[in-house]
């Protein structure tokens, strides 16, 4: 059994359809793969037409999987409706998220997976987004002990962002298996030459993800360890 933690450098990057991507291409490979995206801001209501669009149901189909209350709580079983920071979407709605239970409920989905299975769990935000009163996305990696995949988008100041997360990482002795450029709209330069200008600086790989293109083997060879 392999896990993976995908974290980004920034909000609204990418991560999910790096992701998604990265599951479709494990599973052409005949390899057997789980997501997860435990935390997850913005969505809507399952009875809801947009809820097709979020992050979650965007996974489950990566995994060929119906979208089903059951599937969408094996999923995501913290979702919430506005779209901010999941400590505070979770004050708008009277609830609390413990980073305990967080981490409890992705270790115990690591060690129930199948052999031979890979467990792609997806963060929230950027790698030092708050996901409670007390703790960021980086906290919670840590506590899961997980090799991260890093998403960076190409817009501009995107490789500043990578960097600074790809340092953050290695001071906290944070493996880092990969870096995945995700085409941004509108960018001034291609994704390639980000991503280019990214491995240059890092001793990690770095791949490139155009939008409608398919996640690279190598990248999902190195997910799947």
Not at 203 to 211: D, K, T
Not at 215 to 223: S, T
């Amino acid at each position: 059994m392999r896990a993976v933690f995908v974290a980004g450098a920034g909000t609204e990057i990418g991560k999910t359809y790096v992701t998604a991507a990265l599951v479709r291409r494990l599973r052409a490979m005949g390899r057997p793969v789980r997501a997860l995206k435990p935390l997850a801001s913005g969505v809507p209501s399952l009875d809801h037409p947009d809820f097709s669009e979020s992050d979650t149901a965007r996974l489950l189909a990566a995994q060929g999987l119906p979208v089903t209350r059951e599937t969408v709580a094996a999923c995501s079983p913290w979702r919430f409706l506005a779209p901010l920071a999941p400590d505070l979407a979770a004050a708008r709605e009277g609830r609390s998220l413990a980073h305990s239970d967080l981490v409890r409920w992705c270790a115990a989905q690591i060690a129930a997976a199948e052999p031979g299975t890979t467990v792609v769990i997806e963060g929230v935000g950027g790698l030092m987004s708050p996901i409670t009163a007390a703790e960021t996305g980086l906290d919670w990696l840590k506590a899961l002990r997980l090799p991260a995949l890093l998403v960076s988008g190409s817009y501009l100041g995107a490789i500043s962002h990578a960097l600074t997360a790809t340092e953050t990482l290695r001071a906290h002795a944070c493996p880092l298996v990969a870096v995945a450029v995700s085409e941004s709209a509108g960018a001034p330069t291609p994704p390639e030459t980000v991503a280019g200008a990214i491995a240059g600086r890092i001793a990690a790989p770095v791949f490139c993800l155009r939008r409608g293109e398919e996640c690279p083997e190598a990248l999902a060879a190195l997910a799947a360890g």
